[in-house]
């Protein structure tokens, strides 16, 4: 039991997070203070939230690659509406923009469901047209911060115990999916659709609207995310979150979240977004540009598929391969 | 309908003409149309000279998806494509500060091309690891090496020679880069429905099981096609890189949408098993013509690409669709 729990995924990816933050420490010891940390936990919240999303999709065997659009969308929205309406309290432009959010995972959930276009065409496509969409409603401009009203950019900033909200948000939520994806049906269900699709069915479950509701989740915290990133940015444009759903992917697949669907945990989810939120953080403080971000996420990416296969190459036979295939 | 043939093909051969005989001649419906469309919308359509820059819209972006139309058949994909576009003109670009003459940057570019693919091909192959997640990794990876090599900068002062890939002319508005793009529809073309190579990358695609207790070595078919598809990335980036005359990092961002939606449009089976190579040519056409086309309506590009997002779902929807609803 205990052999199982240090070996397991998630404290291999815990120690490698830990030897890291010790690597920066010996030079620069400010950059494991409590408030510093406090700080790259806060500046990786978005990531945290989308990666949950992304997780319980990928759990399913689909991928959703509209996530960043989707984000960038819903925050624009949010925007404008506090530009013409500032009076508008922020609770109502929260559920506007998880709203938003939800109906664009919606529809990406009902093409892969009643359709079943595969998932990563719907959402190539979707990305585009969501990301387009921005520029056909904001016409190419900004919402720069001196338009936003106070509240609208203060509430991801407002402290509550030590953190900020935007801090809470992802705590909450690593908790609800906690209790989701293993406490309720719907977790199994999600788990059972990737294991084993053909078992799931003769198991009872609907297949498709699984994976609907993987996509509809995934969409709600996009439309969240979405608000939280521009109000904390204080700005919104066509490309914010440019090229964000890679990120999020890396994030799931460092994590140990299998591409192939029905394997990966919460906690996987949470330290592989907090491990690239380290290594983001921790590079203009030891002096290296930013432009090696991409890079070093892509290589992470490699790494991380690579040793994923490894620990999950199957032992033993398996029996009745011909069952696989059938329809 | 077969039955009635005294010539008894055999069953793989006669299925895909009959589905691709429909979706061709669908498609080619489309492009007529858009090309009437086009030339009614605007006065500036019809003209030699801007027939001739409208194909620069597709030239390059169609060499690589004949490649990736053989990847996809097969059952793999490659999203990295552009990165590569990416990696292969930097490295052009720094050949250039060192002084490289025009065929050593072709050199270069090729090289490139094909080291990624083998990289790519490697990981897929070699590791058994699933394609689409090993090039999304690469595509972070190779363009993130174009960032850490070029930053904000960019790499200019190509040879003169150079410009005749992407800007030369062979003869009257008969762009060096559209002979280029008809010589390798026919090389491809030929490889894949007339070769037993392109006869393995179905068997490969309809059942990998199959191909494999068959004889056929999918492994090394499918690392051949990854090293197919780097090396027209390469060609690419040569034709791109030299039509443009400089090298940013984010040179060629988005192109694997738009080369993926050529080729589904083209009537491939995304899931693998079934395409032509003329579909993709058709395609190339269709997407040249509707780009080139809303360009001349002052359409900006971000609005094509929603277009194009569309274009990608509703073409594999519709089909679905119009079935679906046939069996009520």
Redesign the interface.
Known sequence: MLKRLVTSREAILLGAIVVLLGLIATRFPAFVAPANLANVFNDTSPLILLALGQMVVILTKCIDLSVAANLALSGMVVSMLNVVAPGVPVPVILVVAVGLGTLMGMFNGLLVWKVSIPPIVVTLGTMTIYRGIIFLISNGKWVNSHEMSPAFKAFPRAAFLGLPVLSWIAIFAVIAFFVLMTRTTLGRAFYAVGGHPHAAVYAGINVGRTQFWAYTLSGALAGLTGYLWVSRYAVAYVDIAGGFELTVVAACVIGGISIAGGLGSVGGALLGALFLGVVSNALPVINVSPFWQLAISGGAIIIAVAFNAQANRTKGRVILKSAEHAA | MSTTSHHVPDRLQSSLQRRLKSWESLLLVVAVAIFLANSFASPYFLNAWNLSDATFNFTEKAMIAFAMALLIISGE?DLSVASIIALASTAMGAAVQFGADTPTLVAVGLGVGLLAGAFNGF?VTG????S???T??????????A??VL?DQAYRGYPESFAFFGQGYVWWVISFEFVLFAIVAVIYGVVLHKTNFGRAIFAIGNNP?GALFSGIRVSRVKFILFLLTGLMAGVAAICLTSRLGSTR?SIAV?WE?EV??MV?LGGVN??GGSGSIPGVVIAAFVMGLVTFGLGLLNV?G??M??V???L??SV??LP??WS?WRRG
């Open positions: 994909i990981l590791l058994g690891l699933p689409i997640v090993v999304i990794g690469t595509m972070s990876l190779f363009r993130g090496i960032y850490i930053g099981t990092p988005g949408l993926v939606t589904v995304i899931l900006p971000i609005v690409s929603i194009i997002g569309a990608l779902i594999i929807a679905r669709l679906y």
